[in-house]
């Protein structure tokens, strides 16, 4: 078996007699190729989604963020404006 697979990673499976393999090899990596392809663009839309809910989630934040800054920009604002009056 070793030395059968060891003569078609080399090209020898037909040369050798025996079983011509070259089908079974273009089959082998044409499978590998198909099965890279569709985990590929599986791992992509996974990886896709993945980052648009990650920025979602940081446009979430930011917007939080912001509207406690402002509150506390608007309070720090209201308490000077009561200093000044009197």
Do not use: N, P
Not at 37 to 49: D, K, N, P, R, Y
Not at 60 to 65: L, M, W
Request: glycine content about 8%; overall charge negative; aromatic content about 6%.
């Amino acid at each position: 078996m070793a030395r059968s697979l060891h003569d078609i990673s080399h090209g020898k499976a037909r040369l050798d007699g025996g079983f011509d393999l070259t089908e079974a090899l273009s089959d082998l990596v044409s499978s590998g190729a198909e099965m890279f392809v569709s985990t590929w663009f599986e791992a992509h839309g996974v990886l896709m989604l993945s980052s648009r809910g990650l920025a979602s989630g940081v446009d979430d934040t930011a917007q939080d963020f912001l509207a406690t800054e402002q509150a506390h920009v608007d309070a720090v604002t209201a308490f000077i404006e009561a200093l000044e009056v009197r």
